[in-house]
C-alpha cells in the first residue's frame, strides 16, 4: 500500500506564493508519472500539473507562467510552486502519483487534499 500527504496548503493573499508538497511513502519501487489536481466548490476536479519520469511537464493554461511542479526522486514527493495565485485558484489541491510495486504491480493513488484559499 502507499500513502500520498500533503502539506503547504492554507490562507494566501492574491500575488503572494506558496509551495505545496506531497510525500509517498509505502510499497514503492518506483513512480512514473506525478501530478496535481484541483477541485473548487461546484466544479469537476481538474488537472494543474503533471511531471513525468523524464521530466516532461504540462499545465493547465490558467496557470501557465505562475505555478511550477518539480520533484525530488530521492524523497518521492512532488512539489506545487504557486506564484501569484489568485482567488479563482482557490480549491482543494490533489496530488497524484502513478507507482510501481516491487512485485512490478501498477497502481494510481490520491492524497487526501489540501485546501488552498487565496484571499483578494
Known amino acids: 500500500q502507499v500513502q500520498l500527504v500533503e502539506s503547504g496548503g492554507g490562507l494566501v493573499q492574491a500575488g503572494g506564493s506558496l509551495r505545496l508538497s506531497c510525500a509517498a511513502s509505502?510499497?514503492?519501487?518506483?513512480?512514473?508519472?506525478m501530478s496535481w489536481y484541483r477541485q473548487a466548490p461546484g466544479k469537476q476536479r481538474e488537472l494543474v500539473a503533471e511531471?513525468?519520469?523524464?521530466?516532461?511537464?504540462n499545465y493547465e493554461d490558467s496557470v501557465k507562467g505562475r505555478f511550477t511542479i518539480s520533484r525530488d526522486n530521492a524523497k518521492n514527493t512532488v512539489y506545487l510552486q504557486m506564484n501569484s495565485p489568485k482567488p479563482e485558484d482557490t480549491a482543494v489541491y490533489y496530488c497524484t502519483a502513478d507507482v510501481i510495486s516491487p512485485d512490478s504491480e501498477y497502481a494510481s493513488y490520491w492524497g487526501q487534499g489540501t485546501q488552498v484559499t487565496v484571499s483578494s
Open positions: 509505502g510499497s514503492i519501487f518506483s513512480i512514473n508519472d
Open positions: 511531471l513525468t519520469s523524464d521530466g516532461s511537464t
